[in-house]
């Protein structure tokens, strides 16, 4: 009767797990939008960063620009996108001045120049290089669109 018991329960539970995960194969109804929305750099190649005010983008909503801060200095460039999922930053530029983590910046900059494809989750966004995962950006709540 034990048996009997347990496999039934065994039953219900695999039942229950395998409807509920027919409903996390589409995309999320609380995405945050790739463009307008300023993204913060919280964790780079597996570690978590402290990016305070600094490390992020905002991904232009029209011409295909977009815009951010390293440690110290701002950066700008352009970007594609060339198919859904995929995303191209391109002549990636920066103010000049010499920060007390260059190497971070410089980090974060070549970072964006390698990345190839992108998935939002809620207010976080994934950034792929050659299917890798590279960095995670969180959606700042009160960014200015």
């Keep these: ?18 409807s509920c995960c027919s409903c996390r194969r589409g995309p999320s109804k609380n ?3 790739l463009t307008g929305t300023q993204w913060t750099l919280i964790q780079e190649d597996g570690k978590l ?18 815009n951010g801060r390293g440690d ?6 352009s970007y594609t996108l060339p198919a859904e999922g995929k995303i191209d930053f391109q002549g990636i530029a920066s103010t000049r001045a010499f920060c007390p983590d260059q190497a971070g910046e410089d980090r974060f900059f070549q970072m964006l120049d390698e990345v190839d494809s992108y998935e939002i989750d809620g207010n976080l966004l994934m950034l792929y290089t050659n299917g890798e995962l590279t960095a995670i950006m969180e959606a700042k709540e009160d960014a200015a669109q």
Excluded: H
């Excluded at 039953?11 to 395998?18: F, Q």
């Design 1 to 18: 009767m034990k048996t009997v018991t347990w496999l039934a329960l065994l039953g219900t539970i695999l039942l229950m797990t395998s």
């Design 31 to 33: 995405n945050k939008p």
């Design 49 to 66: 960063i402290q990016a305070q005010d600094n490390y992020y983008i905002i991904i232009g909503t029209e011409e295909g620009r977009f």
């Design 72 to 77: 110290c200095n701002s950066l700008m460039g």
